[in-house]
Nanobody, 126 residues
Framework: VQLQASGGGLVQSGGSLRLSCAAS????????MGWFRQAPGKEREFVAA????????????SVKGRFTASRDDARDDAKNPVYLQMSSLEPDDTAVYYC????????????????WGQGTLVTVSS
């Protein structure tokens, strides 16, 4: 089973993007899903997480109020895609964004995530 993040691109400061994360070859229904990012020359950092049922979310302080993590109901889409709606983007948001799956609870700790997708690049110009 693999994860694939998509939706990245170039956007001006203040703009918006929506990232998607979908599974292929299987499903991550029942898994908490996290979003992380890594900027050039920096360590990977937590961005947001959404619980297995989509009811609970966690956010890094740097993105609270600007980013929204969500997921479709598995009853509507068995692939249960996950989204990261990003608004009021800033140049500091420039990074490769990754989605990850965790069989447990939502967490900002990357060590609990068992599956990682290839990232998608988000570039915010000033």
């Amino acid at each position: 089973v693999q994860l694939q993040a998509s939706g990245g691109g170039l956007v001006q400061s203040g703009g918006s993007l929506r990232l998607s994360c979908a599974a292929s070859g299987g499903t991550f229904v029942g898994y908490a899903m996290g979003w992380f990012r890594q900027a050039p020359g920096k360590e990977r950092e937590f961005v947001a997480a959404v619980s297995w049922n989509g009811r609970d979310t966690l956010y890094a302080d740097s993105v609270k109020g600007r980013f929204t993590a969500s997921r479709d109901d598995a009853r509507d889409d068995a692939k249960n895609p996950v989204y990261l709606q990003m608004s009021s983007l800033e140049p500091d948001d420039t990074a490769v964004y990754y989605c990850a799956a965790n069989p447990g609870l939502s967490s900002p700790d990357p060590r609990v995530y068992e599956y990682w997708g290839q990232g998608t690049l988000v570039t915010v110009s000033s």
